[in-house]
């Protein structure tokens, strides 16, 4: 592959990459917001507790923060509309309590599991 080709795949790739960001990047602003106002963290804490519990849980940073905003917007854990998936489980272990929800999701201990 000549130099040029492979210069256009690579920026190509980086183009990609910062429009994932940019689409990202909303919920994660969200989320830092919800941790400041839950917990009184100031953005630069609330971010390292983001990332930290991200890195713990091996949970892309931008999954958990989408769970964290869809809990924090809708508490009801049997809607449709309330995660009930990895990054839900880690919002839920780590934040669960500030955010007045069960241990354990309501699905789970309506049907017996967990």
């Keep these: 592959m000549n130099y040029i080709a492979q210069l256009g795949d690579e920026l190509q790739i980086e183009a990609e990459n910062l429009r994932q960001l ?3 990047r909303p919920s994660v602003d969200m989320a830092v917001g919800m941790l400041m106002s839950l917990f009184g963290y100031d953005r630069d804490q609330a971010l390292a507790a983001l990332r930290d519990v ?9 999954r958990l923060a989408v769970a964290l905003v869809r809990m924090v917007c ?6 449709p509309d309330h995660p009930h998936d990895e990054a839900a489980m880690v919002v839920r272990l780590n934040w669960g ?4 929800l069960p241990a354990r999701p309501l699905w789970r201990l309506t049907l017996g599991v967990g």
């Design 97 to 100: 309590e500030a955010l007045n």
């Design 74 to 79: 809708n508490p009801n854990p049997l809607s």
């Design 22 to 24: 940019l689409q990202e």
């Design 54 to 62: 991200s890195q713990r849980h091996q949970v892309r940073q931008s």
